[in-house]
């Protein structure tokens, strides 16, 4: 294994993770993780040219040798992802000197500093650049605009063997969850993730001392989470509107937005405070105002009902003091607001129902909050969510309609890159969809588009599997046009505007005074 453990040290050489004087300490390093007691030395004497494509391939020799061995428990992608990233944890910069770097280069450039962070994180193999290569994207048109669709094959599924071993572990309580600081370092387990090669950057929000990481799946371009240093619920109240509002401020080229704070309409972990942002432009950012809207008290906002599937209130104002407070007494009239015939109910039996989806960005010298107005009430024929994808679309989604999927980009599970090929396959051929295990649970949703499939593969026969392909990628974005219409509290009729207006009128009905 020396000629792989030559070519990783290389590497990370090459990309300023060590120095040339760290070459021996380095490669030692490797060799225990690998409990490798013998190296010969390279007969070259100069550093060999190593592209990132070559370094899972690197990785992938050191993990079949370490299998081969009986190092790894089981040859599964659990517990190789364990071990490769215990290797590239002794390569990885240690956390002083990435946070002396971030600093300096955001002294002078923000920019600049979540650049070089994100840039590391791809280089130390946390954000896998071969796992995201296999991301499926594409862009549907719909009546909203063009949105964006991807099946991500990033995020690794546990296997059999990897389930079972984290069944027979103890609960553990460190780190209290992934998002929490104590994961720097951690050499994880079989039910939480090894983080040895991850590092984060420490910023001040709001006066309190919070992190910038990315995410190791990056659902788009710079894909970063910002969390609290403790670990504490998510909340969204005024101090929330203000730590947006802050960050976008100190870090302009990003938008940032939270996840609601309640189940069904919240993201995936409520427990630790924390945001998400990145560089890149959602459907809803380019989205219009359909009506425009005031708000008394403040002349200096512009405000408006935003055109989108879902319900949102847009806030654009030089003052981000302004914003904040106007913010506030939206959220703080949701939170108490009932509109039986929109069925908007505050709560029922004591349990709160309404909430808000926040997003801030920068406008030029503006500043600008999208406010999403959630409701989380569920029934006996929507035992998942009144304002929730519908039955009849959980083939395609079921999960909370979060952050992401809000702005307009739908992150759909891996399953249904075989799912939907198999599907465009078999309608081309005509063969019945519901013989397959694969199709059955699209057979009814591709059944309604099966002719305009065959008429296009029958005018273009030679290329009939890309058409049908291309046809049912634009039928998901639509498909997705409508979850978003599920989850929306205010339906894009005219009777949904009128009870959305209400709302407003409600806003500036309170005496904000008492």
């Not at 387990?189 to 929000?205: E, F, G, L, M």
Request: glycine share 6%; proline share 6%.
């Amino acid at each position: 294994m020396s000629p792989q453990v030559s070519k990783l040290v290389d590497y990370a050489i090459q990309r300023g993770l060590i120095e040339e004087e760290d070459r021996i300490w380095a490669q030692n390093q490797v060799l225990e993780v690998l409990h490798i007691d013998s190296f010969t030395r390279p007969e070259r004497t100069d550093t060999q040219k190593v592209g990132d494509q070559e370094l899972p391939e690197i990785l992938d020799a050191l993990l079949d040798d370490a299998t081969h061995r009986g190092l790894i428990e089981a040859n599964s992608v659990v517990f190789r992802d364990l071990l490769d990233t215990a290797i590239m944890g002794r390569l990885t910069p240690p956390p002083r000197e990435v946070r002396v770097q971030f600093a300096a280069l955001r002294d002078s450039d923000p920019a600049s500093a979540t650049n070089w962070l994100y840039q590391l994180s791809q280089d130390t193999n946390y954000i896998r650049r071969d796992r995201m290569a296999r991301d499926l994207r594409w862009v549907a048109a719909t009546k909203y605009g063009d949105l964006d669709i991807t099946i991500n094959m990033a995020k690794p599924e546990k296997d059999p063997r990897a389930i079972a071993a984290a069944r027979d572990l103890p609960a553990g309580d460190y780190p209290q969850c992934l998002l929490c600081a104590e994961n720097e370092g951690y050499a994880g387990r079989a039910n939480h993730p090894a983080r040895q090669n991850h590092r984060v950057a420490p910023v001040t929000i709001n006066g309190a001392p919070w992190f910038i990481q990315y995410s190791p799946y990056v659902y788009y371009n710079e894909h970063c989470i910002v969390f609290n240093r403790e670990h504490t619920p998510m909340k969204i109240d005024r101090a929330a509107f203000g730590k947006l509002l802050d960050f976008v401020d100190q870090f302009p080229e990003y938008f940032v937005g939270s996840n609601a704070d309640l189940p069904i309409v919240g993201g995936s972990i409520l427990a630790h405070d924390h945001f998400q942002g990145g560089r890149f432009e959602f459907a809803m950012e380019r989205a219009p105002i359909a009506v425009p809207v005031s708000f008394s008290g403040f002349p200096e906002v512009r405000a408006g009902i935003v055109e989108w599937p879902m319900s949102v209130l847009r806030l654009t104002s030089s003052s981000p003091e302004d914003l904040v407070t106007l913010a506030d007494r939206i959220l703080t009239k949701w939170r108490d607001y009932s509109d039986e015939d929109s069925f908007v109910f505050a709560e029922t039996d004591g349990e709160p129902h309404n909430t808000i989806t926040p997003i801030a960005r920068r406008r030029g010298r503006d500043f600008e909050l999208d406010l999403v107005l959630r409701n989380n009430i569920t029934t006996e024929e929507h035992p998942m969510g009144v304002f929730h994808p519908h039955q009849e679309l959980h083939h395609l989604k079921k999960e909370n309609i979060g952050l992401i999927e809000v702005m307009g980009l739908a992150v759909l599970p891996s399953r249904l890159a075989e799912e939907l090929r198999e599907t465009s396959r078999a309608l081309v051929s005509g063969e019945d969809l519901r013989k397959s295990e694969l199709t059955e649970k699209h057979a009814e949703w591709a059944e309604s588009f099966a002719e305009e499939v065959r008429d296009a593969a029958l005018a273009d026969p030679k290329n009939a599997n890309g058409i049908a392909q291309g046809i049912v990628e634009q039928k998901v974005g639509e498909a997705f046009a409508t979850v978003l219409e599920h989850a929306g509290v205010y339906k894009q009729t005219d009777e949904g505007k009128n009870a959305f207006l209400r709302f407003v009128a409600s806003v500036n009905a309170e005496d904000w005074l008492n």
